[in-house]
């Protein structure tokens, strides 16, 4: 089988190798997905130290039925908020980031559904719909309640940052390969 671009011999269907030209190119992934790649790791980060901190700032507040401190009512709406601003942004800059990732393994002549599995974001999103669902259901006490929840979140930016650092590494390694043929190759 051979490249429709190049003409190069393939061993296989789908192979990623890179076309070559007459004179070595190296590649380097493009300054935006470096950047990009950090934007959605950080959002990851955030995300799980706003669900610790809503937790906190939650069971601080008095048991149900007792008066609230207007203060305090005001912190956890002003923590609540955050963090939803913060989810808001995971998902915007993880799809972003996704779809990134995929166009630049396909610029590299590799399948992009390899490089970025899709079962972290199925965890992501069923940990969301969980943490909704479970909130009054648990039979669990306040306390027990909000840590579950909690751990539930933070298992969900866990599973982000997972799919972030394993999709750079992937999507890293299939550079490197790129550019050992391209160095590699003898030149026309």
């Given at each position: 089988?051979r490249?429709?671009t190049?003409?190069?011999?393939l061993e296989?269907a789908?192979?990623g190798?890179t076309?070559?030209?007459?004179?070595?190119?190296?590649?380097?992934?493009?300054?935006?997905?470096?950047?990009?790649?950090?934007?959605?790791?950080?959002?990851a980060?955030?995300?799980m130290a706003?669900?610790?901190?809503?937790?906190?700032?939650?069971?601080?507040?008095?048991a149900?039925?007792?008066?609230?401190?207007a203060?305090?009512?005001a912190?956890v709406?002003t923590v609540s908020?955050?963090?939803?601003?913060?989810?808001?942004?995971?998902?915007v800059?993880?799809?972003i980031?996704?779809?990134q990732?995929?166009?630049?393994?396909e610029?590299?002549?590799?399948d992009?559904?390899?490089?970025?599995?899709?079962w972290?974001l199925r965890v992501y999103?069923?940990?969301?719909?969980v943490t909704?669902?479970l909130q009054g259901g648990?039979?669990?006490?306040?306390?027990?309640t909000?840590?579950?929840?909690?751990?539930?979140?933070?298992?969900?930016?866990l599973?982000?940052l997972a799919n972030v650092l394993?999709?750079?590494?992937?999507?890293?390694?299939l550079i490197a390969?790129?550019?050992?043929?391209v160095?590699q190759?003898?030149s026309?």
């Amino acid at each position: 089988m051979r490249c429709s671009t190049c003409g190069s011999e393939l061993e296989f269907a789908r192979q990623g190798h890179t076309c070559r030209s007459s004179t070595p190119q190296v590649f380097a992934p493009p300054g935006g997905w470096v950047i990009g790649t950090w934007v959605v790791a950080t959002f990851a980060v955030v995300y799980m130290a706003c669900a610790v901190i809503l937790a906190v700032v939650t069971l601080e507040l008095p048991a149900v039925g007792e008066p609230v401190p207007a203060g305090a009512l005001a912190l956890v709406l002003t923590v609540s908020a955050a963090w939803l601003a913060v989810l808001v942004g995971t998902i915007v800059s993880q799809v972003i980031w996704n779809r990134q990732t995929r166009r630049l393994a396909e610029r590299y002549g590799f399948d992009g559904s390899l490089v970025i599995k899709g079962w972290f974001l199925r965890v992501y999103a069923a940990t969301v719909v969980v943490t909704v669902c479970l909130q009054g259901g648990l039979g669990l006490s306040a306390a027990g309640t909000v840590w579950v929840v909690t751990a539930i979140r933070v298992t969900a930016g866990l599973f982000l940052l997972a799919n972030v650092l394993v999709g750079r590494a992937r999507l890293l390694g299939l550079i490197a390969d790129a550019n050992r043929q391209v160095l590699q190759a003898p030149s026309s």
